[in-house]
């Protein structure tokens, strides 16, 4: 599975932001499309993961203010950022998941979410 991200950007704190995740090639194979995030000297982290059958998971950190989604139409899964933080700079990137572990997916690009004070 090919993934291809947009929508990053630059936002001051408070502001909204909507990636999107073009997923093409074997749809029916992907468990999981997740989006996950690598700040500057941290770890990559679970942002939010959705389920072949629609069920959403969450970071604490991020529940009530970003919400996951997916289209099954276009092949494209979203997640809409709002109330952003300064501290949700980082790289987005987004994942299919096979059912082996995120680890061993497909990732695509990354796309730079920048949040100003």
């Known amino acids: 599975v090919r993934l291809v991200e947009s929508g990053g950007g630059l936002v001051q704190a408070g502001g909204s932001l909507r990636l999107s995740c073009a997923a093409s090639?074997?749809?029916?194979?992907?468990?999981?499309m997740g989006w996950f995030r690598q700040a500057p000297g941290k770890q990559r982290e679970l942002v939010a993961r959705i389920s072949s059958r629609g069920s959403t998971t969450s970071a604490d950190s991020v529940k009530g203010r970003f919400t996951i989604s997916r289209d099954n139409a276009k092949n494209t899964v979203y997640l809409q950022m709002n109330r952003l933080k300064v501290e949700d700079t980082a790289v987005y990137y987004c994942n299919a998941d096979y059912g082996f572990g995120a680890n061993f997916g497909s990732w695509g690009q990354g796309t730079q979410v920048t949040v100003s004070s």
């Open positions: 090639g074997s749809i029916p194979t992907v468990n999981y």
